[in-house]
């Protein structure tokens, strides 16, 4: 034990060591300039200005409690952040892009803004490419709460000449570039976002002063808290909307009050207005000049009543739920936890019918109210404002060590190391009255099955959770527990026929040769959860935890042979190992330029965008688009059964084909409104864009040669079936 306690000792020194050693310098920011309120600084995307004739950067604002800034029109009070860069050198032009902003409505006023933390991104055209950048920047802004406070600042940043490298803060400018709403069509349509129409009327008795504007707008996805932003000549002011959805939640009618026509030089008819459709994390931004409103539109508006587009009824996605969760039993993510289950069948040979049955349903109902828990997890991500999908949690690598540590745990059990003990009023659940040792535990193993499979998609199965995420929390929790029986019902029918399990041979000495075999099969899932660390955060760090697990594992052998002379001491140690693997991947993340390397594709692959795919598209190829992670075992068969060989990996190589891929094994907003464009919330997913489908075929969840080959053909509008015929 004294050996074990040094090697927990030199393990310690080591993580913090290495932490410190990995530890990015602060290189690509200004220093931060504080005040009672508010603290802002200059940071860069990359530490250098590099080759190309821009650079991307960003105001870094961080605000305390209650305190907020304004938005680019602030509203009905306030001003927004300005900025003079005389004195800065190598600017060319400079653009400040404005994330969405939150809404204030208070006493009737009405105030757009961003409280907490804010980057305002701003993208450099350099006067001269590949020389430094230097800035100047004297800030003006105004800080609110209770009282206002106005403050004026300067900062001073360089940004030197060199090879341009992700710098630490590229994630979080990326993070809220990805809020500054889309301009163009081509932005919105990337949305799903669409105004249709912009009318008005003006309100009676008012002298022609005031009214009312009406906007019908139109979702690919249901809208969940749609809002508008409008924007139009100084002197008009426009209220807080009112929202009407349709019962799908696919449209929305938009009613905005307004007021100040006698100020404005135009008539409101042949006034453009730059409105802001909002619906959290998505906004695009359109032009529009209103017309008089139609009698159809003030119908609507009087009756607040919209149309509703054809989709599918509940009962449907109920039953593609409980089809889907079923055949996830049978992909290949399921195959890890088959020991579980295996053990679970023949563990009850010989045994009576009434145990069998109770303890089936006790796993069937730790799996079904595991699903009840994931979904009430994503309806309070969802209601936060995060984005949501299925499997997300393997993009955490604090949930990758949890469940690394949870396996090998299991493992250690299934090779006789120690007996798993839950709290007595866990495992004993149901004693009392039924006589059965353990319901508790059993409920636990179907737990552990839930979490399993979640890196998983199966058919039908993408189809329900999409349809459930872009709905109600009522929606996702009946959805949920539809995949929960689903998955849940070979358990469901051996309690209903249990002797299928009590027919089988008694446990004897061949059972414990089968729990060996199958602990193997456990390790080997926290070893392939333990690669997908070394791609998240670091080869380094990977290599640190499994030794760590591996230390472990000899703990508890030690634990199984002299427990008797050092009682629980080896428990302490095991804990302390397992804080320290959850330290690990903080101290040994990726530097930025690990992760640069890490998202360079090579080979077949291109790095996905999705402006690039609309270019791509006008030049008459075809793209195809694979969005996968480590995590997705799916995805990985999808991509040695279908995507690596035959013919379609002969013509995704092609030159009228480009392939590209989106890397979701870290969490990424991009990628997760591009799969909510389509409905989407989890992976695998594939689509093909062409001349043929400038929109995009989303291809089944689990491909096949002929699905995809067909799509490659319809996307290219049939010239490249023909070519390929000949």
């Not at 079904?368 to 309806?379: M, N």
């Not at 399993?452 to 995420?469: D, I, Q, R, Y």
Request: aromatic share 8%; charged share 15%.
């Amino acid at each position: 034990m004294k050996n074990m306690l040094r090697i927990l000792t030199v393990l310690s020194v080591l993580v913090s060591t290495l932490g410190t050693f990995a530890a990015p310098a602060n290189a690509a920011s200004s220093p931060w300039v504080e005040t009672d309120t508010t603290a802002l600084r200059i940071i860069s995307q990359t530490d250098a200005t590099g080759d190309g004739d821009s650079v991307t950067l960003g105001l870094h604002f961080k605000l305390q409690d209650h305190w907020k800034i304004y938005w680019r029109t602030p509203g009905d009070a306030g001003f927004p952040p300005s900025v003079d860069w005389n004195g800065s050198y190598n600017i060319k032009d400079l653009q400040i892009q404005w994330p969405l902003p939150e809404r204030f409505s208070i006493l009737g006023f009405e105030t757009l803004g961003y409280t907490d933390e804010v980057v305002l991104p701003f993208t450099v055209k350099l006067a001269q490419p590949g020389d430094a950048l230097a800035l100047s920047a004297e800030i003006s802004y105004l800080a609110c709460a209770e009282i206002c406070v106005p403050y004026d600042t300067t900062i001073q940043f360089s940004l030197p000449a060199g090879t341009a490298t992700p710098s630490e803060h590229a994630h979080l400018i990326n993070k809220f570039q990805t809020l500054v709403p889309r301009t163009g069509t081509q932005g919105a349509d990337a949305l799903g976002l669409k105004i249709e129409t912009a009318q008005f009327r003006t309100t009676p008795g008012t002298d022609d002063d005031r009214g009312t504007l009406y906007l019908s707008a139109r979702s690919s996805t249901p809208f969940q808290n749609a809002d508008a932003y409008i924007e139009g000549p100084e002197g008009l002011a426009f209220a807080k909307p009112k929202v009407s959805l349709s019962g799908d939640g696919a449209m929305a009618l938009i009613e905005v009050g307004f007021e100040g026509l006698k100020a404005i030089k135009a008539p409101f008819d042949q006034t453009e207005l730059t409105i802001t459709l909002a619906d959290a994390p998505r906004g695009a931004e359109f032009k529009a000049t209103p017309t008089p409103a139609t009698a159809d539109t003030l119908a609507m508006a009087d009756a607040q009543a919209l149309p509703i587009a054809a989709g599918p009824s509940m009962i449907v996605m109920l039953a593609l739920a409980v089809l889907g969760g079923m055949i996830l039993n049978l992909m290949p993510c399921v195959l890890p936890v088959l020991s579980i289950k295996l053990l679970g069948v023949v563990g009850h040979g010989g045994g009576n019918t009434r145990t069998v049955r109770l303890s089936f349903l006790a796993s069937a109902a730790g799996i079904i109210t595991s699903f009840l828990v994931l979904a009430a997890g994503l309806i309070a991500l969802k209601g936060a404002g995060l984005a949501i999908g299925w499997g997300i949690q393997f993009q955490h690598p604090w949930f990758l060590v949890a469940m690394a540590l949870i396996i090998t745990l299991f493992a250690c059990n299934l090779w006789g190391f120690f007996e798993v003990h839950l709290p007595q009023a866990v495992n004993e659940i149901g004693e009392s009255t039924t006589h059965t040792h353990g319901l508790g535990g059993h409920f636990m193993t179907g737990a552990l099955a839930t979490l399993l499979a979640t890196p998983c998609s199966a058919p039908f199965l993408g189809t329900a959770v999409g349809f459930a995420l872009a709905r109600g929390a009522l929606e996702i929790a009946a959805i949920f527990a539809a995949l929960g029986i689903g998955l849940a019902l070979p358990y469901l029918l051996v309690a209903l026929f249990p002797k299928f399990a009590t027919k089988m041979p008694k446990p004897g000495r061949w059972m414990i040769i089968l729990r060996r075999i199958l602990g193997f099969a456990l390790a080997a899932t926290a070893v392939w959860l333990v690669s997908i660390l070394a791609i998240q955060v670091s080869e380094l760090a990977a290599a640190l935890i499994a030794a760590i697990i591996a230390v472990i594992a000899v703990t508890l052998y030690v634990h199984k042979r002299l427990h008797r002379k050092y009682g629980r001491m080896d428990w302490a140690v095991v804990a302390i190992l397992a804080v320290l693997a959850f330290a690990v991947p903080d101290r040994l993340a990726n530097g930025p330029e690990a992760q640069a390397d890490q998202a360079k594709l090579d080979g077949l692959w291109q790095t996905f965008d999705q402006q690039e795919i609309r270019k791509l598209v006008k030049d008459g190829k075809v793209v195809f688009v694979d969005v996968t992670a480590e995590w997705c075992i799916t995805c990985q068969v999808n991509k040695a059964v279908v995507i690596g060989k035959g013919e379609v990996f002969e013509r995704l190589g092609g030159t009228d084909t480009v392939a590209m891929q989106a890397d979701w094994t870290r969490p990424d907003p991009v990628i997760s409104q591009y799969l909510a464009s389509f409905g989407r919330y989890g992976i695998p997913f594939n689509a093909v864009y062409g001349p043929g489908a400038p929109d995009g075929i989303a291809l089944p969840e689990l491909l096949s040669q002929s699905a995809v080959l067909k799509a490659l053909d319809d996307a290219g509008g049939g010239a490249m079936a023909i070519a390929r015929e000949r």
